[in-house]
């Protein structure tokens, strides 16, 4: 299964994004689905996902100011960005894993968050 990312851009600080990521098949198949950011110089952090179906992981930075969803009939998952800081800059990554099988990550979309 592809992961397609899309939704990132330049915003102020305080503003708000969403980004999508849209499968190329069923997102039921995920046992994990979610969203991984990458800043410059920095490891590829989890953002937020779906762990087995509804439960949700998110990380301490971003509690409270994003939300992750899904729309099952378009097999994609989206993160709601709101609340935008400086520090929330970097490339976001969806990922998905299925058993058996590696992860698949998405392209990768540019958030950059002006001060």
């Known amino acids: 299964v592809q992961l397609q990312a899309s939704g990132g851009g330049l915003v102020q600080a305080g503003g708000s994004l969403r980004l999508s990521c849209t499968a190329s098949?069923?997102?039921?198949?995920?046992?994990?689905l979610g969203w991984y950011r990458q800043a410059p110089g920095k490891q590829r952090d989890l953002v937020a996902a779906?762990?087995?179906?509804?439960?949700?992981n998110y990380a301490n930075s971003v509690k409270g100011r994003f939300t992750i969803s899904r729309d099952n009939a378009k097999d994609t998952v989206y993160l709601q960005m709101n609340s935008l800081k400086p520090e929330d800059t970097a490339v976001y990554y969806c990922?998905?894993?299925?058993?058996?099988?590696?992860?698949?990550w998405g392209q990768g979309t540019l958030v950059t968050v002006s001060s």
């Open positions: 990922k998905g894993t299925q058993y058996y099988r590696a992860p698949s």
């Open positions: 098949g069923s997102i039921f198949s995920f046992i994990e």
């Open positions: 779906f762990i087995s179906g509804s439960s949700t």
